[in-house]
């Protein structure tokens, strides 16, 4: 039976260690517990209709990962969990002004024309409503001028999914290291050199495959083996707040990059900001968090007497072209990515790490070429070098 170590255990290196160990592979997670970590920052909207035009490939990823996430939730019920990390509260999407409304009707043909491509999972049927129609049916909103309304969006407390697949990768033999990693290779005999393990504090651990699955420190992890990832470190500040005023909402997301998603106990997550020029500072600030509440309060003018509960914040791994690196690394055998998932982690990882687990078994593995490791990139991001 081969070994694989697992480098990082967010959510992306969770999925990826559970769907190998369930599949009864030897796998070893390593993970240094740093704080910082987008999954547990995330908001967790897992939504494929996009605000901004998709291809049909992304669009189709993204439907894929909305059934794979509902097929998780079926294995933890199965499991024993009593789980209450996932919930279908619906999305509404809306325009906040009259200059927003032309771009709102855009995003209604994208959904009607995904829904018609690739089924109504996740998405449910989408109906477009006057300003008036919105009010009407979630008046809490302080005003709108039209809504996009999806009834089968579904939200997820990242951590809870994130531990729970940690918890069942371990139930089927998943080793976990608390400790840096740093990737191992051995020079090809004919060919390109291949990853042999990691090395910790501790000492090498070897694997014949090691999948980086570190988010924004996963080129720590690469840089002694000579690779250089195209991911960057991008802060997101999220502020929860307790309101009654949860029960009364979905999903509310705009067309100016803010949301607010309702939990249970009548939490409410609004968020959030994407902080390109942050580098690896995981500290919440008084700008970001002032940006945010401003951003909900416009929308929402009852948070005024939100009582509040924390600000969680989390260094995402983005990538200078917006897309994710999943699957075989050029120019090491044996090396595997799941990283550079910026703000769709939530959405993107878990499925994301089911592909690459296939892909190791040599099962078939339907990732896109736009995620392909090797891709040419011609967009640039931020030139922070990553410690």
Known sequence: MSRVVVVGAGIAGASVAYHLATSGVDVIVVDDARSGRATAAGAGIIAPVSTRPSTDEKSRFVVAAAEHHRALVDRF????????????????????????????????????????????????????????????RFPALTSAHGGLWLPEVARLDGRAVRDRLMSMARRHGAEVIQASAELVTTPGSAGPPAARGVRTPAGLVEADHVVLAAGAWSQAAAAPAG????????????????TPLSGELPILNTLRGHYLVPFDDDRLALGATREDDSGFDGRATAGGITRVLDQGRAVVPGLDRAEWLEVRVGIRPASRDGEPFVGRADGVDGLWLATGFGPQGLTLAPYSGKLVADAVLDRPAEIPPAFAPGRRIEATGPDEVQR
Do not use: C, F, K, M
């Open 77 to 136: 019920r199965a499991s024993g969990y009593d789980d209450h990390s996932y919930a279908v509260p619906g999305e509404l999407i809306v325009a906040l002004d009259d200059a927003e409304t032309p771009r709102l009707s855009e995003v209604a043909e994208r959904a009607d024309a995904l829904v018609r491509a690739h089924g109504a999972e996740g998405v449910g049927t989408p109906e477009l409503l006057d300003g008036a129609a919105v009010l009407r």
């Open 227 to 242: 690779l250089h990832l195209a991911v960057y470190p991008q802060r997101g500040q999220i502020v929860h707040v307790r």
